[in-house]
């Protein structure tokens, strides 16, 4: 199976920026839905920004402008470029990817396979 590991997570004050990556085994980088999501304390896990095969994205509304997702073929990784940050934003990231080429929504259960999760902290 598909394996993916979270780096680049840490604390920041509002309005300062971060960069997740996500190391990913095999092919997927190229042939699979991949995502980013987040999940606060006492809240529901959620999708931040996903991108399929074809490298079209989609974007949770409240990060649209201020987050971009890209993979990196160099790294074999997907990034998070996280700018404008807030304290809204602060949960704990995950990446995953689902076994289809196209993605169709930013559900986590549209997904199975996953990291560990990186903490992104934003202070005020």
């Known amino acids: 199976q598909v394996q993916l590991l979270e780096s680049g997570g840490g604390s920041v004050q509002t309005g300062g920026s971060l960069t997740l990556s996500c190391s990913i085994s095999?092919?997927?980088?190229?042939?699979?839905?991949l995502g980013w999501f987040r999940q606060a304390q006492g809240k529901e896990r959620e999708g931040v920004a996903v991108m399929d095969a074809n490298n079209i994205a989609m974007y949770l509304d409240s990060v649209k402008g201020r987050f971009t997702i890209a993979k990196n073929s160099a790294k074999k990784s997907l990034d998070l470029v996280m700018n404008n940050l807030k304290p809204e934003d602060t949960a704990m990231y995950y990446c995953a990817a689902a076994t289809t080429r196209r993605c169709y929504t930013l559900y986590p259960t549209d997904f199975g396979a996953w990291g560990q999760g990186a903490q992104v902290t934003v202070s005020s």
């Open positions: 095999g092919s997927y980088l190229d042939t699979n839905c």
